[in-house]
């Protein structure tokens, strides 16, 4: 079976895709200056620098299961006060977008600065965004976003399951992860947009503004399902690299306090709701992020569930 990588390199796609580029920088009022450079390629996407006159713009590709991020964008960008970028053009049809250069990534700026405090203005702003989008998600639905809400969740999770080749014997039933939503939607928290992949490389500083980028693996779902990869699967690990080296609990807070004015209660009585989500995290992971290729990296999000407390 071809890759998609081989699809994304091929001269003809490469040739319309930058004849789209020059066609759109036309409309911007912008020039190009330089020649279009292809530094990201995967099977699912793949991402183009371009220099201009007016700066950097970079161009983006999704495959057919992700060709609705630029629409989603433009929705969530409009609720976000500046926190997520709007692209600068897109195209219905393909999906094929031109957006601004982020700046500099958290990742870099995480190893300059030793330390993870950034976090917590990038979680509070998040959350906030979340909360912006509780009224669209029929809207995000209707544009293709995944849906992975906590009815929706169990099904989906058997089916997984069922799929999955030499899966883990000590995986629970369905009906135990049906158990687990019916006590996480007991909160009474809604349901919205969530990223999905919420992580240091995904997240960039310009002019002085967090901004959160790439949102082509965003689905609808609780949207606690967010700290299982953020909080777990990133910050715990702190700035060496060493699990279970940071602290949780000021960055849980920055992320529950919007959500704690939002409904009226204490970030104490949301941490019980955020421990449930932390371990459902993994397995909406696990079901979003599914790709018959890459069946390792199920394995080792439903491990990540496994390994849960709640």
Known sequence: MRAMQDTWREPDFVERSHAWIDERLVDLGRTRTGEVEQPHVTDWSTVMRV??????????????????????????????????????VRDPGTGWMLLADGGQRLRELVEEERSLARWQDVL???????????????????????????????????????????????????????????RLAAYGIHETVQHDDLHDGQVFLSDGVHQVLDWGDACVSH??????????????????????????????????????????????HLREAAAIAMRLGWVCRAVNGALPQEPDRTHVRLKMFLDGKP
């Open 124 to 182: 509070g702003a998040y959350a906030r965004v979340q909360i912006a989008c509780e009224d669209v998600v029929d809207e995000l639905l209707a544009l293709g976003l995944p849906d992975r809400r906590l009815a929706t969740l169990p099904g989906a999770y058997a089916d997984l399951v069922a799929a999955l080749p030499d899966a883990d014997r000590r995986l629970p039933p369905a009906s135990d992860i049906e158990e687990l939503c019916t």
């Open 51 to 88: 220099p201009t006159d007016g700066g950097t713009v970079w161009f983006k590709a999704n495959d057919d299961t992700m060709v609705h991020e630029a629409a989603v964008l433009e929705l969530v960008a409009a609720r976000s006060a500046g926190r997520v970028p709007a692209p600068l």
């Open 223 to 268: 949207p606690f399902f967010t700290l299982a990869v953020t909080l777990e699967g990133v910050i715990s690990w702190g700035v060496d690299d060493v699990q279970d080296s940071e602290d949780l609990r000021p960055h849980l807070a920055a992320y529950l306090e919007p959500y704690a004015a939002r409904y009226g209660t204490t970030v104490a």
